[in-house]
């Protein structure tokens, strides 16, 4: 059974960083595209990025040239790096897999970790 967790959030002034990571056990990681989603307190679950099984990225608009997606393929982990963090960005993010290509739709990924909260502070 493929299980996805989070870890490394935490409260960050604004302006400051944070990597946040998604360890995955079970199943074969180096065949999933791994995304990142997040929610924000009344807000539905929105698409953060996402890197495909061969490395190729996608951001939506709002963090591109702040967050960074990556994986260690070695360590069965992918990373999301945030800089520039502003309180907007607060929600609870969620990494998610699904086989080889990357997608933004929610739907379209079967596994989910349990998420990890990131407050930014203004």
């Known amino acids: 059974q493929v299980q996805l967790v989070e870890s490394g959030g935490g409260l960050v002034q604004a302006g400051g960083s944070l990597r946040l990571s998604c360890a995955v056990t079970?199943?074969?990681?180096?065949?999933?595209?791994m995304a990142w989603f997040r929610q924000a307190p009344g807000k539905e679950r929105e698409f953060v990025g996402y890197i495909t099984w061969d490395g190729l990225t996608a951001y939506v608009d709002f963090v591109k040239g702040r967050f960074t997606i990556s994986r260690d393929n070695a360590k069965n982990t992918v990373y999301l790096q945030m800089n520039i963090l502003k309180p907007e960005d607060t929600a609870v993010y969620f990494c998610a897999a699904r086989a080889f290509d990357g997608s933004r739709r929610l739907l379209d990924f079967g596994i989910w970790g349990r998420g990890t909260q990131v407050t930014v502070s203004s």
């Open positions: 079970g199943g074969t990681f180096n065949n999933y595209a």
